[in-house]
Each structure stands twice: as C-alpha cells, then as structure tokens.
C-alpha cells in the first residue's frame, strides 16, 4: 500500500464507518419532543374510564451531550423550554445542538420548574403557564375522565425537577446518540403520558387505574385535586408500589410521572429526583 506518511494514521487501517465516528470532526444533534397520540387522543383506562386532556404542560431543559467513557459534558444546550403535549400532534423541534464532536455519547435532560424565561415549543396556554410559574410546578396536567354518566375532572400541579440520564436510545438498544462527522442526527425526547394512570411501579407493563382518583374526590364537587389524592393510602386502593417509598396516591402518581421520560421511542433513563416521601406534609 502507498500512503502518505503521516504518523499514527488512522486512514491506513479503519474502515470508513470507523472514520466517521472518530474522525475528530464534529455533527450536530437535532432535538425533538413529544408524548405521543395519548395526551391528545385521551388514555382509555384498564377499568373502563376514558381520560381526556384539557392540557399537560411540561418544563423542561438541561440536555448535555457527555462522553460515555468519562461522563464529562461535550455539549449542552440549557433551554429552558415549555411545551403542552395536549396539542402536540408530532414530534415538536426543540433545539439544534452545533459543535458536537463526532462519537457517541450519553444523553440526559431534566424537567424542571417553568421559568420566565422558558420558551414555549408549541402552543402553551397563558394561563397555565401564569399559574406554573406563580406555584413552581415543573407539571401542570388537567382533563376530565368519564365513565358511563359519571365525570370527573383533575386539575394536578407536580413541582418536581427529575434529571434524566443515561438514556438508552429506543432505537436500536445502544447507549445515547452517535453523532457522525458533518451530519445531523436526532434525537427525541419522548414522554410517555400512559405513566399518569399506571397502579403498579417498576414494570412498563402496568395497568391503567382510574377508580381510585374518581373515588378520591372527598368534597363531591366533581373535581379530584391534589390534596384530596394526598388523602388516599395507596395500597389500601390497591396499587403496587414495588418497594418505592409512596405512601398516598398523589405522592405514587408523582413518581409514577417521574418515570416517564425516554429517548427515542422506549429508551429507558436513569431517573432522579424523586425519591418518594417527599415534601408535602402529612
Ligand atoms: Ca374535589
């Protein structure tokens, strides 16, 4: 073979996809969002509720790209941004992250609370948003669900921050995003709304329960709040809580939706920041 001398090449023994991927170059990394049909087509429940969306609105940011050998961040891209997943029909752009050296590398994001300075990725009601950042919530989630003649309406606030990462990448089962020199690659931060309703923790096999949240609704005004669910034992309702410090149903729900973010499609992340038990007083 006859090539240049240059010391330590890689061109005189890598095949090409090895070069691309570590070719010391850099690609981009498109940044998407969405929570799937449900939230808009509503979630038809394992006990025979159908629960419809007036809204659910997530804050959320801090996505860093870090190197899967050293943990240490080679790109990030702070946000922060809102979205309402109740009119998101599609995989919402987020963000293009530029200058991101060609490898593959460890994704992870947060939820966070809504800040003045978030930006809305799609269309997110005023409302909403004024009451998010007056009370702190990182979640705001409203709907009605019905059940033969009856009808029930939630109206919960979550002021969770939950860090997410590593993420698995739910497309092919490999760790985070490989970025290739001069491409864009994407990647998609999905939540899956189906966590809101689960009864049982540490499986994505749960069932969906709503029997429990209607009969939560201490004051019969037709409305399940967050107080009243705080008021229900969660495994005296029946809920599997799988060794996860929960004592009321709002406090299984918190983590249940701790849980529900993923990366592309149903790549699992290491979640923290609910650890359950937590702040609310009893
Ligand atoms: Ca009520």
Redesign the pocket.
């Known amino acids: 073979m006859s090539l240049p001398a240059a010391p330590r090449s890689r061109l005189s023994l890598a095949p090409l996809a090895l070069l691309t991927a570590c070719g010391g170059g850099v690609g981009q990394v498109e940044v998407t969002t969405w929570a799937e049909e449900t939230v808009i087509e509503g979630i038809a429940t394992d006990d025979g509720w159908q629960v419809d969306f007036d809204h659910w609105v997530t804050g959320f940011g801090e996505i860093v790209l870090s190197s899967v050998d050293k943990g240490d961040a080679v790109a990030e891209a702070e946000g922060p941004w809102v979205a309402d997943w109740a009119q998101a029909d599609a995989l919402l752009p987020v963000t293009t992250i530029d200058e991101v050296p060609a490898d593959r590398h460890d994704f992870g994001f947060s939820t966070h609370v809504v800040l003045s300075s978030s930006t809305p990725v799609n269309d997110v009601p005023a409302d909403v948003l004024e009451v998010m950042l007056n009370e702190g919530y990182a979640q705001h989630i409203a709907g009605v669900a019905t059940k033969g003649d009856q009808s029930v309406a939630f109206s919960w606030g979550f002021p969770t921050a939950v860090s997410y990462g590593p993420c698995t990448n739910g497309q092919d089962g490999t760790d985070g995003v490989a970025v290739n020199e001069d491409e864009a690659t994407e990647a998609q931060i999905w939540f899956h709304a189906d966590h809101l309703l689960w009864d049982e923790l540490g499986t994505e096999e749960a069932g969906l329960a709503f029997d429990a949240i209607a009969a939560?609704?201490?004051?019969?005004?037709?409305?399940?709040?967050s107080e009243?669910l705080e008021a229900v034992d969660v495994v005296a309702a029946g809920y599997e809580t799988a060794g996860v410090d929960v004592a009321d149903l709002f406090d299984f729900i918190t983590f249940s939706v701790s849980q529900m973010a993923h990366l592309n499609g149903g790549g699992g992340c290491t979640a923290r920041g609910y650890e359950g038990g937590h702040d609310h007083d009893h």
């Open positions: 939560a609704d201490a004051d019969a005004d037709g409305t399940v709040t009243e």
